[in-house]
Nanobody, 125 residues
Framework: QVQLVESGGGLVQDGGSLRLSCLIS????????VAWFRQAPGKEREYVAA????????SYTDSVKGRFTISRDGAKNTVYLQMSSLKPEDTAVYYC??????????????????WGQGTQVTVSS
């Protein structure tokens, strides 16, 4: 059974930074593509960023380009989301998800087989 555990969320001021971590177990790390999604109160879940199995390919939703960076560390079985220049509109629960059938699973939530429990990020103005 694949398990994903997010951490690193919290309360930060407008313009601040946070790094989210997603520890993945139960499957060989190099065989899964990973993404971050988020869901704000009263809104639909939205795609944030994705990374390929190798880590060589990444993508971002337009609203976070230049501010967020997704990366992965095979030695730690962990995927990171470094978030800088945070804005109040980034406030949401952030979820890590992994896909077993794709080298790079992209923006569609349906491509991802396993999800974490989420971590809250709150940006105050």
């Amino acid at each position: 059974q694949v398990q994903l555990v997010e951490s690193g969320g919290g309360l930060v001021q407008d313009g601040g930074s946070l790094r989210l971590s997603c520890l993945i177990s139960g499957r060989t790390f190099s065989t899964i593509a990973v993404a971050w999604f988020r869901q704000a109160p009263g809104k639909e879940r939205e795609y944030v960023a994705a990374i390929s199995r190798s880590g060589l390919s990444t993508s971002y939703t337009d609203s976070v380009k230049g501010r967020f960076t997704i990366s992965r560390d095979g030695a730690k079985n962990t995927v990171y989301l470094q978030m800088s220049s945070l804005k109040p509109e980034d406030t949401a629960v952030y979820y890590c998800a992994c896909a077993t059938a794709f080298y790079f699973a992209g923006t569609l939530a349906g491509n991802y087989d396993y999800w974490g429990q989420g971590t809250q990020v709150t940006v105050s103005s």
